[in-house]
């Protein structure tokens, strides 16, 4: 058993019951204790609390109450529907062909309906999961992608040091070596895209497109940045 009281999933696996449970209280069907219950919500309260944020059964009911979140809730349930149909293996073994294969893919991902509309990953060395928001503008192409590139970074922090093969470099190296660390974003877009030909947001929003394509524009420019602060790194460690 892990630390936290739920089993370690030997694979990918998909928990929504955090988000049935709510949205049968939000039709009126179950009693909000239920909620309590659910893997989800003992395991978003754990990271909320660890967060130094309130969190409650009081708050998360009055976070329920209002009628204008009742009225999503059709939109809500249609979501979770098409969500629960992303092929997970394939998204598993598209995951595997851009990690080492020594890495380790096992992860729980929630669907969850929160006060907060963020998507995490938590508890990465422990028992890893993935939090995702339910969101109704989200496709199941987008959740799918957003599935894979998180699932990236569980296979990622699976190798822990080794990842960073320093040995037995400098403190200084070591410390740039994890600062370079910071391009697991890329090739978890990569991951997530399924290969290099495929743009990133094929299925984003316009929004998030043009996003991507401004930030592109600048990649050299960036770079360079990048390097110039890395070269430096091990001087200004030193003088500190």
Partial sequence: MASNGFAQPPVIRLD???ADAALAFLAGHDDVSL?????????LKKREVEMGRSFSEDEFEQFLSPDALRRRQGALRNTLTRW?????????ERVR???????????TVYVVIKPRGNSFVYELAKNPAVFLYLDPEITKEEFENTIAHELHH???ASLGDAAHQTGSSSANVRQA???IGAFGEGLAMLAAAGG????????SSPQDRARW????RTVRQDMHSVEAFLLDTPSALTKT
């Fill in 16 to 18: 929504s019951g955090e």
């Fill in 35 to 43: 909620i309590w219950g659910t893997e989800g919500y003992v395991r």
């Fill in 84 to 92: 629960k149909q992303a092929d997970l293996k394939a998204i598993t």
């Fill in 97 to 107: 062909s851009y990690l080492p294969s020594n890495a380790r893919l096992r992860a």
């Fill in 154 to 156: 569980v296979g990622l």
């Fill in 177 to 179: 070596v994890k600062w």
């Fill in 196 to 203: 290099p030909d495929i743009h990133p947001h094929l299925n």
């Fill in 213 to 216: 394509e401004a930030g592109f």
